[in-house]
């Protein structure tokens, strides 16, 4: 089955620098990438997704990049503040309803 | 709408015990899925549905029943509970659209089993 690795598991930056998560997949199959956001104690929300036959997607301050070749994606955040602070998880899916996700990124941003 | 909606929010059982957790949505999605969330490992599926009467297992079944009788409701049953079973426990529910795969999620039930 699918297999999706996340990095790094921890990531502290100064509020204003740029963050990036990276993942990786192992089903060639998979055409669907969606990123969650988890605040403490509260449930996963869908962020930003892209499919496979797109190469980048942005969305204000958050961007995501694909490279089918390498299977890997990448959640690019500008400007960071310190509402970002939270879990990501990045995700993949073959379009089958399921989604395999990796381990989460723990993002911390001090002012 | 209310979205997906679980109960409980926290449960403790002793170890042995049974108990099912509720799961129910009202966007007429007909994909719904069973996660468990621990500590450094994300979110790994433990049952999901494409449709009443259609259930299939995921990648950490063992110990766990699921059941479709109605678009709308999810429920996961936990048989004899176990400590290994101590987590966080969302329901989601899905439609598919294209490749897109957009999952909603409950707000969880945080079980310990002691």
């Known amino acids: 089955g699918e297999n999706v690795e996340q990095h790094p598991s921890t990531l502290s930056v100064q509020e204003g620098d740029s963050a990036v998560i990276k993942c990786t997949y192992s089903?060639?199959?998979?055409?669907?990438f969606p990123w969650y956001k988890q605040e403490l104690g509260k449930r996963p929300q869908l962020i930003i997704d892209i499919r496979s036959n797109v190469g980048e997607k942005k969305d204000q301050r958050i961007a995501v990049t694909l490279n089918k070749t390498a299977k890997h994606f990448s959640l690019h955040i500008t400007e960071t503040q310190p509402e970002d602070s939270a879990v990501y998880f990045c995700?993949?899916?073959?379009?089958?309803?399921?989604?395999?996700f990796g381990k989460g990124t723990m993002l911390l941003v001090s002012p | 709408n209310a979205g997906v909606t679980q109960t409980p929010k926290f449960q403790v059982l002793k170890t042995g015990q049974s108990m099912t957790l509720q799961c129910a949505q009202d966007?007429?999605?007909?994909?719904m899925s069973w996660y468990r969330q621990d500590p450094g490992m994300g979110l790994r599926l433990i049952h999901y549905s494409v449709g009443a009467g259609i259930t299939d297992q995921g990648e950490v079944p063992n110990g766990y029943n699921v059941s479709r009788s109605t678009t709308e409701d999810f429920p996961l049953r936990l048989l004899s509970a176990a400590p290994s079973q101590t987590s966080v426990y969302f329901c989601?529910?899905?439609?598919?659209?294209?490749?897109?795969?957009?999952?909603?999620f409950g707000q969880g039930t945080r079980l310990t089993v002691v």
């Open positions: 089903d060639s199959a998979s055409n669907y």
């Open positions: 989601a529910s899905s439609y598919v659209q294209g490749a897109n795969t957009e999952a909603f």
């Open positions: 995700a993949a899916s073959t379009g089958d309803s399921t989604l395999t």
């Open positions: 966007m007429n999605h007909e994909y």
